[in-house]
């Protein structure tokens, strides 16, 4: 069975531009998480979609967007690009939020120059 | 406000020895606390989950404990290897203020296994 995958790997932009990134969780999974972990950083909650509808969000700007799409996969959209926005950004799924573990990616490097 | 404590500073321990990490939380009632593993530049692949009604758990050489009382897990790994060496995160799950189910994570602690 396929884990949650990630795309692209790497993505390099700069101030200003906006950045897309995808993810496709485990078959079966409604549920799509993305985290922000920058440098030394833990993971810092962004988004949270299930079967298609954004049921939480986290402390972040409203230039972070996402969407999840009708066959669960989803993308998040990073407008306004900043500096501080070099990260790398981790989707993860899970089937039941409250007792299910998440499975994560292996990320999206983001590096704004 | 909630907040997790992970020791921020490495842990160094010989081949074969217990590896002990410690994960303190406070302004929290977790449903669940999870342990996950972290290597370099890749996601957090899932370990272990511990609920509040249970005070210990165990994997293979992965020992998982929970103090509701004191607020605080302890993770063993024992007869610690070099391939163990990674960063562990300790996340809490459930009844956190606001009604949010979503797992909050700590920083992480580095363990470095040596040969």
């Known amino acids: 069975e396929a884990g949650v995958t990630q795309s692209p790997t790497h993505l390099i932009k700069t101030r200003g531009q906006q950045a897309t990134l995808r993810c496709s969780p485990i078959?079966?999974?409604?549920?799509v998480y993305w985290y922000q972990q920058a440098l030394g950083l833990g993971l810092q909650f962004l988004l949270w979609?299930?079967?298609?509808?954004?049921?939480n969000r986290g402390n972040f700007p409203p230039r972070f967007s996402g969407r999840q799409f009708p066959n669960y996969s989803s993308e998040l959209n990073v407008n306004a690009l900043e500096l501080e926005d070099s990260a790398l950004y981790l989707c993860?799924?899970?089937?039941?939020?409250?007792?299910?573990?998440?499975?994560f990616g292996p990320g999206t490097r983001l590096t704004v120059l | 406000s909630q907040k997790i404590e992970q020791n921020s500073e490495a842990l160094n321990i010989q081949e074969g020895k217990t590896a002990t990490l410690t994960c303190n939380y406070t302004?929290?009632?977790?449903?669940?606390l999870q342990w996950y593993r972290q290597d370099p530049g890749r996601g957090p692949v899932f370990l272990l989950l511990i609920r509040e009604n249970e005070k210990e758990k165990r994997k293979e050489r992965l020992k998982v404990t929970f103090d509701t009382t004191l607020k605080q897990s302890l993770f063993h790994i024992t007869a610690s290897q070099p391939a163990d060496s990674a960063t562990y995160l300790c996340?809490?799950?459930?009844?956190?203020?606001?009604?949010?189910?979503?797992?909050?994570f700590g920083r992480g602690t580095s363990l470095i296994v040596h040969p």
């Open positions: 993860a799924s899970s089937l039941v939020i409250r007792t299910d573990t998440q499975y």
């Open positions: 078959s079966g999974h409604t549920s």
């Open positions: 996340a809490l799950g459930g009844r956190a203020s606001g009604g949010s189910y979503i797992p909050t």
């Open positions: 302004n929290y009632s977790p449903a669940y």
């Open positions: 979609y299930d079967e298609g509808e954004e049921r």
